[in-house]
Protein backbone atom coordinates (compact mmCIF):
# COMPACT_ATOMS: atom_id res chain seq x y z
CA UNK A 1 0.00 0.00 0.00
CA UNK A 2 1.12 3.73 -0.21
CA UNK A 3 3.01 4.81 2.24
CA UNK A 4 4.04 8.14 3.01
CA UNK A 5 4.96 10.53 0.58
CA UNK A 6 6.70 13.76 0.42
CA UNK A 7 7.97 16.04 -2.17
CA UNK A 8 9.80 17.55 -3.32
CA UNK A 9 12.73 14.93 -2.75
CA UNK A 10 15.24 17.84 -3.13
CA UNK A 11 15.44 21.20 -3.26
CA UNK A 12 18.14 23.70 -3.31
CA UNK A 13 17.36 27.58 -3.08
CA UNK A 14 19.27 30.65 -2.71
CA UNK A 15 19.17 32.40 0.91
CA UNK A 16 16.41 34.29 1.55
CA UNK A 17 14.12 32.41 -0.76
CA UNK A 18 10.78 31.02 0.33
CA UNK A 19 9.93 27.37 0.47
CA UNK A 20 7.20 24.98 0.24
CA UNK A 21 7.21 21.59 1.21
CA UNK A 22 4.86 18.89 1.34
CA UNK A 23 3.57 15.65 2.69
CA UNK A 24 1.10 13.34 1.99
CA UNK A 25 0.22 10.92 4.53
CA UNK A 26 -1.18 7.72 4.92
CA UNK A 27 -4.84 7.55 4.30
CA UNK A 28 -7.33 7.01 7.57
CA UNK A 29 -3.88 8.33 9.26
CA UNK A 30 -5.20 11.36 11.98
CA UNK A 31 -1.77 11.95 13.11
CA UNK A 32 0.79 14.31 11.09
CA UNK A 33 4.13 15.29 12.53
CA UNK A 34 7.16 17.13 10.73
CA UNK A 35 10.49 16.71 12.07
CA UNK A 36 14.10 17.89 11.12
CA UNK A 37 16.56 15.64 10.60
CA UNK A 38 20.39 17.45 10.57
CA UNK A 39 23.75 15.24 11.10
CA UNK A 40 24.69 14.52 14.06
CA UNK A 41 21.41 15.90 16.37
CA UNK A 42 18.70 13.47 15.63
CA UNK A 43 14.88 14.52 14.85
CA UNK A 44 14.16 17.16 15.61
CA UNK A 45 10.37 17.95 16.35
CA UNK A 46 8.78 21.16 14.87
CA UNK A 47 5.26 20.42 14.48
CA UNK A 48 2.35 17.71 15.06
CA UNK A 49 -1.21 17.69 13.88
CA UNK A 50 -4.35 15.39 15.29
CA UNK A 51 -7.74 15.61 13.75
CA UNK A 52 -9.05 18.97 13.43
CA UNK A 53 -7.19 20.33 16.98
CA UNK A 54 -5.40 23.03 16.55
CA UNK A 55 -1.53 21.97 15.89
CA UNK A 56 1.34 21.77 18.59
CA UNK A 57 3.16 24.06 17.14
CA UNK A 58 6.08 24.31 20.03
CA UNK A 59 8.90 22.78 18.30
CA UNK A 60 9.06 25.37 15.19
CA UNK A 61 12.40 27.22 15.33
CA UNK A 62 11.66 30.47 14.77
CA UNK A 63 8.47 32.90 13.09
CA UNK A 64 9.69 31.74 9.56
CA UNK A 65 8.40 28.24 9.70
CA UNK A 66 4.56 27.58 9.22
CA UNK A 67 2.56 24.56 8.83
CA UNK A 68 -0.61 24.10 7.62
CA UNK A 69 -2.61 20.72 6.85
CA UNK A 70 -5.33 21.06 4.86
CA UNK A 71 -8.86 18.57 5.15
CA UNK A 72 -6.85 16.67 7.50
CA UNK A 73 -4.97 15.00 5.29
CA UNK A 74 -2.24 16.76 2.89
CA UNK A 75 -0.03 19.23 4.99
CA UNK A 76 2.45 21.97 3.74
CA UNK A 77 5.66 23.39 5.92
CA UNK A 78 6.42 26.54 4.52
CA UNK A 79 9.80 28.58 5.51
CA UNK A 80 9.73 32.27 4.61
CA UNK A 81 13.32 33.87 4.03
CA UNK A 82 15.49 30.35 4.22
CA UNK A 83 18.50 30.93 6.08
CA UNK A 84 21.64 28.74 5.54
CA UNK A 85 20.72 27.00 9.05
CA UNK A 86 17.33 25.85 7.57
CA UNK A 87 19.91 22.87 5.60
CA UNK A 88 18.53 19.81 6.35
CA UNK A 89 16.39 16.63 6.01
CA UNK A 90 12.67 17.61 6.58
CA UNK A 91 10.94 14.45 7.48
CA UNK A 92 7.25 13.70 8.09
CA UNK A 93 5.19 11.08 9.52
CA UNK A 94 2.01 9.89 10.25
CA UNK A 95 0.14 7.48 12.21
CA UNK A 96 -3.14 6.26 13.26
CA UNK A 97 -3.67 8.64 16.17
CA UNK A 98 -0.58 10.03 17.92
CA UNK A 99 1.11 7.99 20.58
CA UNK A 100 0.98 5.27 17.71
CA UNK A 101 3.53 3.76 15.97
CA UNK A 102 5.10 6.78 13.21
CA UNK A 103 5.25 5.96 9.22
CA UNK A 104 7.88 8.11 7.91
CA UNK A 105 8.36 9.07 4.49
CA UNK A 106 11.25 9.74 2.75
CA UNK A 107 12.28 13.58 3.73
CA UNK A 108 13.07 16.17 1.68
CA UNK A 109 16.76 17.09 1.50
CA UNK A 110 17.02 21.55 1.48
CA UNK A 111 19.81 23.25 1.07
CA UNK A 112 20.38 26.58 0.91
CA UNK A 113 23.21 27.96 -0.72
CA UNK B 1 10.74 18.41 29.50
CA UNK B 2 11.17 15.17 27.69
CA UNK B 3 14.38 14.53 26.69
CA UNK B 4 15.99 11.56 25.16
CA UNK B 5 19.86 10.54 25.73
CA UNK B 6 21.78 7.57 23.51
CA UNK B 7 24.86 7.33 25.26
CA UNK B 8 26.85 5.96 21.53
CA UNK B 9 26.99 8.08 18.44
CA UNK B 10 29.07 5.74 16.52
CA UNK B 11 29.31 2.20 17.28
CA UNK B 12 32.03 -0.34 14.93
CA UNK B 13 31.29 -4.06 15.71
CA UNK B 14 32.46 -7.25 13.83
CA UNK B 15 29.89 -9.25 12.18
CA UNK B 16 28.56 -12.03 14.96
CA UNK B 17 29.56 -9.63 18.04
CA UNK B 18 26.64 -8.73 20.54
CA UNK B 19 25.14 -5.38 20.39
CA UNK B 20 23.68 -3.43 23.22
CA UNK B 21 22.75 0.27 22.48
CA UNK B 22 21.61 2.42 25.58
CA UNK B 23 18.70 4.82 25.82
CA UNK B 24 17.71 7.00 28.57
CA UNK B 25 14.92 9.36 28.75
CA UNK B 26 14.01 11.84 31.38
CA UNK B 27 10.42 11.71 32.19
CA UNK B 28 8.85 10.56 35.44
CA UNK B 29 5.46 9.06 34.40
CA UNK B 30 4.10 6.83 32.10
CA UNK B 31 5.62 6.61 28.63
CA UNK B 32 5.44 4.78 25.49
CA UNK B 33 9.11 3.72 24.38
CA UNK B 34 10.48 3.30 20.55
CA UNK B 35 13.20 1.99 18.31
CA UNK B 36 12.93 3.26 14.80
CA UNK B 37 15.84 2.36 12.07
CA UNK B 38 17.25 3.99 9.54
CA UNK B 39 19.04 1.89 6.62
CA UNK B 40 21.38 3.28 4.34
CA UNK B 41 19.24 5.15 1.39
CA UNK B 42 15.84 4.10 3.45
CA UNK B 43 13.54 6.06 5.10
CA UNK B 44 13.05 5.60 9.00
CA UNK B 45 11.02 2.57 10.29
CA UNK B 46 9.46 0.62 13.39
CA UNK B 47 12.08 -1.82 15.14
CA UNK B 48 9.78 -1.80 18.14
CA UNK B 49 7.75 -0.86 20.76
CA UNK B 50 6.62 -0.41 24.37
CA UNK B 51 3.20 0.57 25.84
CA UNK B 52 2.79 -2.00 28.78
CA UNK B 53 3.20 -5.27 29.88
CA UNK B 54 6.45 -7.55 29.26
CA UNK B 55 8.98 -4.69 29.76
CA UNK B 56 11.18 -7.27 27.20
CA UNK B 57 10.07 -6.84 23.52
CA UNK B 58 11.10 -8.49 20.79
CA UNK B 59 11.41 -6.44 17.65
CA UNK B 60 11.93 -7.07 14.10
CA UNK B 61 15.19 -8.89 12.60
CA UNK B 62 16.28 -10.16 16.15
CA UNK B 63 16.41 -7.38 17.98
CA UNK B 64 14.83 -6.65 21.72
CA UNK B 65 14.94 -4.09 24.10
CA UNK B 66 14.38 -4.18 27.91
CA UNK B 67 12.47 -1.58 29.57
CA UNK B 68 13.99 -0.92 33.18
CA UNK B 69 11.51 1.43 34.72
CA UNK B 70 13.86 2.49 37.69
CA UNK B 71 16.95 3.59 35.52
CA UNK B 72 14.58 5.67 33.00
CA UNK B 73 16.19 3.06 30.29
CA UNK B 74 15.20 1.07 27.21
CA UNK B 75 18.50 -0.41 25.59
CA UNK B 76 18.28 -2.15 22.61
CA UNK B 77 19.79 -5.35 22.36
CA UNK B 78 20.85 -8.06 19.34
CA UNK B 79 22.90 -11.24 20.31
CA UNK B 80 24.34 -11.45 17.24
CA UNK B 81 24.98 -9.12 14.94
CA UNK B 82 24.77 -8.98 10.46
CA UNK B 83 26.63 -6.66 7.75
CA UNK B 84 22.95 -6.11 6.97
CA UNK B 85 22.18 -4.53 10.11
CA UNK B 86 24.58 -0.98 9.59
CA UNK B 87 21.90 1.35 9.65
CA UNK B 88 21.30 4.28 11.99
CA UNK B 89 19.28 3.62 15.19
CA UNK B 90 17.08 6.06 17.18
CA UNK B 91 15.38 5.45 20.65
CA UNK B 92 12.02 7.69 20.91
CA UNK B 93 9.72 8.20 23.82
CA UNK B 94 6.21 9.65 24.65
CA UNK B 95 5.06 10.62 27.50
CA UNK B 96 1.69 9.50 28.07
CA UNK B 97 0.15 13.15 28.82
CA UNK B 98 1.63 14.45 25.71
CA UNK B 99 1.14 13.65 22.29
CA UNK B 100 4.62 14.68 20.95
CA UNK B 101 7.33 11.99 20.65
CA UNK B 102 11.05 13.01 21.45
CA UNK B 103 13.61 11.01 19.47
CA UNK B 104 16.76 10.85 20.62
CA UNK B 105 20.12 12.17 18.21
CA UNK B 106 20.74 8.46 17.08
CA UNK B 107 23.18 5.89 17.25
CA UNK B 108 25.05 4.69 14.26
CA UNK B 109 26.21 1.19 14.10
CA UNK B 110 29.20 -0.27 11.47
CA UNK B 111 29.09 -4.00 10.98
CA UNK B 112 32.31 -5.28 9.58
CA UNK B 113 32.32 -7.85 7.34
Known amino acids: GAGVSQSPSNKVTEKGKDVELRCDPI?????LYWYRQSLGQGLEFLIY????????KSGLPSDRFSAERTGGSVSTLTIQRTQQEDSAVYLC???????????FGDGTRLSIL | AQSVSQHNHHVILSEAASLELGCNYS??????LFWYVQYPGQHLQLLLK??????LVKGIKGFEAEFIKSKFSFNLRKPSVQWSDTAEYFC???????????FGKGTRLHILP
Open chain 2, 92 to 102: AVNAQRDDKII
Open chain 1, 93 to 103: ASSLQTRQPQH
Open chain 2, 27 to 32: YGGTVN
Open chain 1, 27 to 31: SGHTA
Open chain 1, 49 to 56: FQGNSAPD
Open chain 2, 50 to 55: YFSGDP
